[in-house]
């Protein structure tokens, strides 16, 4: 595991870019997926002529070679929050899209917000959608954004998970107004206007249907915070 995290902070330290803000799940055929924040003009292993502004402040993944050291393919998903201008200068606040995931057929799952990423927007480089989305990116590292979009009262994703059978899981933090889904497996409560509150949200492999979302350990409001 010690020569294996420094295959990927060698990768990662070879461009300045910020490690401290990457999630790394390790695989079982020598390579390693890392996903983060573009924090380059020249970022290692990206195509920057087919991204627009070369995929600055947007949402990657990386599938590095752990012998090389070098990534096998870069894909940018989205942006990791809705506000263009957060994008490009890092200041989420509780409006960030983290974590990754990686199935057992090697796709790796993360969440996003919908941006365009192959030419300019009117307002700024990029079109970013209000909605957040989990995208799969396959073992070739071709993307594809699944279909249900996320609640817009999440805040904050901070990890996804995958169980044996594809379903998707995701957790960070909610505001107010989060429909939530009867006889979910955690108690579930409204939240106050104006504060956030952990949840967790369940969706099937297909990324079509919310199985179930809720609040997690709520009592009336207790464990929200304002």
Not at 92 to 99: K, L, Q
Not at 132 to 151: E, I, M, W, Y
Not at 182 to 197: E, H, K, L, Q, T
Request: aromatic share 8%.
């Amino acid at each position: 595991a010690p020569a294996q995290s420094s295959a990927v902070v060698r990768y990662l330290e070879s461009d300045a870019i910020d490690i401290g803000g990457a999630d790394l799940v390790f695989g079982t055929a020598g390579y390693a997926h890392v996903a983060g924040i573009v924090d380059s003009y020249a970022f290692p292993g990206l195509d920057s002529g087919l991204v627009t502004n070369a995929g600055y402040g947007m949402r990657y993944v990386a599938k590095v070679d752990l012998t090389t050291r070098k990534p096998a393919w870069v894909a940018v998903v989205g942006a990791p929050s809705k506000d263009a201008n957060r994008t490009v200068t890092q200041s989420f606040g509780e409006d960030e899209a983290r974590g990754l995931a990686v199935s057992g057929n090697g796709d790796a799952l993360l969440v996003a917000h919908d941006a365009n990423t192959t030419y300019p927007q009117p307002g700024g480089p990029y079109g970013v959608a209000s909605a957040k989305h989990v995208f799969r990116v396959n073992p070739s590292g071709q993307v594809s954004r699944l279909p249900a979009a996320l609640d817009p009262a999440i805040r904050r994703v901070g990890a996804i998970a995958i169980d044996p059978t594809g379903n998707i899981y995701l957790t960070g933090s909610a505001g107010s107004g989060l429909l939530t889904t009867v006889n979910a497996p955690f108690p579930s409560s409204s939240v106050a206007a104006g504060c956030i509150a952990p949840f967790v949200l369940k969706l099937d492999p297909s990324g079509k249907s919310i199985l179930y979302s809720t609040y997690v350990g709520l009592a009336g409001t207790q464990g929200e915070r304002c």
